[in-house]
């Protein structure tokens, strides 16, 4: 069975560019999340959605980061424009809902990305 | 806000040793979870326990939830270098969310 599947696995740009990130979350599962995973703040939610509908994003930091979920098999995670404090792993964990956005999550391989 | 502070931040040990890793916090879970990451790999979900002083095992692995559910402990025994790795725990707490641990970062040298 496939897992969550996240492209890139790494991201170098400069800073003030866009950068998309991408995530096919588990067949079935019907709920998404977005991590940050840095040194110094460990693991960190972004945002989720339950059935592609945005729950909670207060964990986004800043206007800059958006996130979409157009449907079951697909989001996305945008920063525009990036900046170095923006480096850190990425990662998608996605989850089959039964009542509980606590239930386990599975997660992808993650997205390293360096802004320069 | 909820917190789960996790100690020791680092342990590096030789093969064979026992290792026991703390996770605590002054709040209520309802549950609690235990993860593992491996290098350039995303968290794998090791157990959840779920009462008050539940503990379950997992071959070299013990967890226990602590009867006020307010922290847990990892036990392993006899370490292996593949038992490397970073090691996570999460809470379910008051806000439908995954409350996620600072991490104990492990190394098992041969």
């Known amino acids: 069975d496939a897992g969550v599947i996240q492209s890139p696995r790494h991201e170098v740009t400069e800073m003030g560019q866009e950068v998309t990130l991408r995530c096919k979350p588990i067949s079935g599962h019907n709920s998404l999340f977005w991590y940050r995973q840095t040194m110094m703040r460990g693991l960190e939610l972004l945002i989720y959605?339950?059935?592609?509908?945005?729950?909670?994003d207060s964990g986004m930091p800043e206007d800059r980061f958006s996130a979409k979920m157009p449907n079951a098999s697909f989001s996305t995670l945008k920063i525009q424009p990036s900046e170095p404090r923006d480096s850190a792993v990425y990662f998608c964990?996605?989850?089959?809902?039964?009542?509980?956005?606590?239930?386990?999550?599975?997660f992808g391989p993650g997205t390293r990305l360096t802004v320069l | 806000t909820q917190l789960l502070e996790q100690s020791p931040q680092f342990l590096s040990i030789q093969e064979g040793e026992n290792l026991t890793v703390y996770c605590n916090s002054s709040s209520v879970f309802s549950s609690l979870q235990w993860y593992r990451q491996e290098p350039g790999e995303g968290p794998v979900l090791l157990v959840t326990v779920v009462t008050g002083g539940e503990v379950k095992k997992l071959k070299r692995l013990t967890f226990q939830f602590g009867d006020a559910r307010k922290d847990s402990s990892l036990h392993i025994t006899a370490a292996q270098p593949g038992d490397t790795g970073l090691y996570l725990c999460?809470?379910?707490?008051?806000?439908?969310?995954?409350?996620f641990g600072t991490g104990t970062r492990l190394q098992v040298f041969p």
């Open positions: 964990a996605s989850s089959p809902y039964r009542g509980s956005f606590t239930d386990t999550q599975y």
């Open positions: 999460a809470g379910a707490g008051n806000t439908d969310k995954l409350i």
């Open positions: 959605f339950n059935n592609n509908v945005p729950i909670d």
